[in-house]
């Protein structure tokens, strides 16, 4: 925390992490449960739940190294299991958005609960499990026999690359080979997985000319990887980020040097989007092309938007249009990425004018 006392800055030293089992339960009586929930493909009523904080990880472009300082703390498997059947029997949740930034820390306490979800009857469904493909590549056949039992939907993970400089550069600490591993053993259990990449990494000492032709084969890679995990399931999903510099983290450093404009005031980072280019070696034609794959070919491919998008809208007529026009633009989504053609994107930005216009999409 930081305050200031007669001109003077003071700052209290970062706390550490600590056990949270002791913690109240959450209070889910003060708020009213049907605002906090969503359709989604695994639930009509699902809920976003986290049950442990932190990462041990140090992948240099993440804030958790810079927030928790590669530590982790969770809620006892029991406590977890209380909320999950609570939040079934109480208020009829059927799915749960696991928003943990690394489920699979501690495997023995991600095992005890998924058992736990069988051994008590739950019905909902985990969703969104975020896992490190490495870790789950080389998981035993235990948990992942867990994970089908316990009807696990879906995991995130963070697949970062199909180019291995770059995974070494962002201190990955795996190999490409460990994404093929882990998108197979999903692919034997039935598991859907979202593959999270990110291209324009920043590597010292390269010009920008060098990191823009960088980032090309970074998209080009990342896309032949993506091209062979989302063929092994029609719900697997693919996300594709630009590199975006966030303080404290190792790699930003390396991004100011290399021409990184940092804003000068906090609101300066107010207007940081998600799909906007901040850094010099990204072209704009680059930061559009990802942004079309991302956000609108991968969402067409993936054969699960269909269900929960066409369920969030309650107008028949709407719906009925929605499915009509949903279906012309999945044609076009999956045309373009058979052929890897991602120039004149009129259909993108028609699709974006749709989309600021109906909020369920
Ligand atoms: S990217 Fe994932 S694995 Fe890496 S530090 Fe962040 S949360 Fe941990």
Same mark, same amino acid.
């Given at each position: 925390m930081y305050w200031k006392e007669n001109g003077e800055i003071f700052t209290n030293p970062d706390r550490n992490l600590e056990s949270?089992?002791?913690? +109240?339960?959450? +209070?889910? $009586?003060?708020?009213?449960?049907d605002k906090c929930v969503m359709v989604t493909e695994f639930g009509s009523r699902t809920i976003n739940y986290v049950s442990s904080y932190g990462c041990?990880?140090?992948?240099?472009?993440?804030s958790e190294v810079t927030v928790n300082h590669r530590s982790w703390v969770g809620l006892s498997p029991e406590l977890v299991l209380d909320d999950l059947e609570k939040l079934q029997n109480k208020?009829?949740? *059927? /799915?749960v958005n696991l928003y943990d #930034?690394?489920?699979?820390? *501690?495997v023995k306490r991600a095992k005890a609960i998924l058992m736990g979800i069988i051994d008590r009857g739950l019905t909902l469904r985990l969703g969104n499990v975020d896992g490190r493909a490495k870790q789950l590549a080389e998981a035993d056949d235990e948990l992942w026999e867990l994970l089908r039992e316990s009807r696990t939907y879906s995991i995130l993970c %963070?697949?970062? #690359? %199909?180019d291995q400089e770059s995974l070494d550069v962002i201190d990955k600490?795996?190999?490409?080979?460990d994404n093929y591993k882990f998108a197979e053993k999903c692919r034997k259990y039935g598991i859907k997985v979202i593959f999270s990449t990110l291209v324009g990494i920043p590597i010292l000492n390269y010009t920008h000319q060098e990191l823009e032709k960088k980032t090309d084969g970074q998209i080009s890679s990342t896309i032949k990887m993506l091209d062979e995990f989302l063929s092994f399931d029609s719900r697997n999903r693919g996300q594709m980020f630009i590199y975006m510099p966030y303080p404290g983290t190792p790699l930003y450093d390396t991004a100011v040097k290399l /021409?990184?404009?940092? +804003? @000068?005031?906090?609101? /300066?980072?107010? $207007?940081? @989007?998600?799909?906007? @280019?901040?850094?010099?070696?990204?072209?704009p034609e680059q930061a559009q092309m990802v942004s079309m794959i991302s956000s609108y070919i991968f969402m067409f491919l993936d054969s699960d938007t269909i269900l929960w998008a066409k369920e969030r809208i309650k107008n028949p007529t709407k719906k009925l249009f929605f499915v009509w026009a949903y279906k012309l633009f999945a044609g076009i989504a999956r045309f373009r990425w058979k052929y890897k053609l991602f120039g004149f994107p009129l259909d993108y930005q028609l699709f974006l004018f749709a989309k600021r216009n109906n909020k369920s999409i």
């Open positions: 949270i089992d002791d913690w +109240p339960p959450l +209070p889910y $009586h003060l708020v009213d449960i041990p990880y140090r992948c240099s472009f993440c208020y009829q949740i *059927n /799915g #930034s690394l489920f699979f820390v *501690n %963070g697949a970062e #690359s %199909g600490d795996m190999d490409v080979e /021409g990184f404009q940092e +804003p @000068k005031e906090l609101e /300066g980072w107010a $207007h940081m @989007k998600l799909y906007d @280019k901040q850094t010099p070696w990204v072209t």
